[in-house]
């Protein structure tokens, strides 16, 4: 039985992907009931993502309780660094350092990597054109891991259809419920399970106004800036959605 473990941040969580019990869904959700579908019987899906985490307690925390998971996982995916660039500063190399210590972790102990680059929201963020550069460096950095290590690597960083408005949240941060989608079906295609890119059409209304961008910075950009100020993250007090092996049927 396939043994599936997501760790990460507010991407992995599914964040955006909000079901009508107000509950998030997101990709590694449907990643595991695709792969469930695919494989024709149920699997087991914990996820441990929490939204805010900054790359090195999701590779120390939350990889040390994946790896204590009984039985072990036979798949684990990892993502993050997002929340990392959009502070100031920061090394790219810790970054990459922490990711490879990961993903050797993972292999020395006998679970099947999947790695990925998380979509690109810089085009829609202020001051996006500076963390641009850092998701493009990250995302490099770890690309030959995949021949180095022989694991999964997607890179959603590069794909273009992502970047486009309509497949992100209210916020321009994280993806809406279409963007889910497209991350998994990528997902599901580079794990073996042939899944036909998931694409809408842009909605033809969603041009800007003053008002919805005066709305946007008070509703989204100031309470981020009042986090950072007070040190604060919004995954303060929260634990991962899926923290024990949970099935998902076929």
């Known amino acids: 039985m396939t043994r599936y473990v997501a760790i990460g941040?507010?991407?992995t969580e599914g964040l955006g992907d909000t079901l009508p019990d107000g509950s998030e869904r997101g990709w590694?959700?449907?990643?595991?009931?695709?792969?469930?579908?695919?494989?024709?019987?149920?699997?087991?899906?914990?996820?441990?993502?929490?939204?805010?985490r900054l790359l090195e307690p999701i590779v120390t925390q939350q990889l040390d309780a994946a790896l204590s998971l009984d039985p072990l996982p036979t798949l684990l995916s990892l993502n993050g660094g997002g929340n990392d660039m959009m502070r100031p500063g920061g090394d790219l190399k810790r970054l990459v350092d922490l990711t490879e210590q990961a993903v050797r972790r993972c292999l020395d102990a006998g679970v099947r990597v999947l790695l990925l680059s998380g979509a690109d929201p810089s085009g829609h963020?202020?001051?996006?054109?500076?963390?641009?550069?850092?998701?493009?460096?990250?995302?490099?950095?770890?690309?030959?891991?995949?021949q180095k290590?022989?694991?999964?690597?997607?890179?959603?960083?590069?794909?273009?259809?992502?970047?486009?408005?309509?497949?992100?949240?209210?916020d321009r941060l994280h993806l809406n419920a279409n963007g889910h989608r497209r991350v998994a079906s990528v997902v599901l295609d580079a794990l073996g399970f042939p899944t036909e890119a998931h694409v809408v059409a842009?909605?033809?209304?969603?041009?800007?106004?003053?008002?919805a961008e005066v709305r946007y910075y008070?509703?989204?950009v100031l309470p981020w800036i009042n986090r950072r100020l007070?040190?604060?993250?919004?995954?303060?007090?929260?634990?991962?959605?899926?923290v024990t092996w949970t099935p998902f049927p076929a």
Do not use: C
């Not at 449907?30 to 699997?43: C, F, N, Q, R, T």
């Not at 842009?202 to 008002?211: C, E, F, I, N």
């Not at 007070?230 to 899926?242: A, E, F, P, V």
């Open 230 to 242: 007070r040190g604060q993250s919004s995954g303060d007090n929260r634990t991962g959605k899926y």
């Open 202 to 211: 842009p909605d033809p209304a969603g041009t800007k106004s003053l008002a």
């Open 28 to 52: 590694a959700d449907l990643v595991a009931a695709g792969i469930a579908a695919g494989e024709g019987k149920p699997i087991s899906y914990a996820n441990l993502a929490i939204r805010g």
């Open 218 to 220: 008070r509703e989204h």
């Open 149 to 170: 290590y022989d694991l999964t690597f997607v890179d959603m960083f590069h794909d273009q259809e992502i970047q486009k408005p309509h497949y992100w949240s209210v």
């Open 9 to 11: 941040d507010s991407f």
């Open 125 to 146: 963020l202020p001051f996006g054109s500076r963390m641009r550069p850092k998701g493009e460096a990250l995302t490099t950095a770890v690309a030959p891991f995949a």
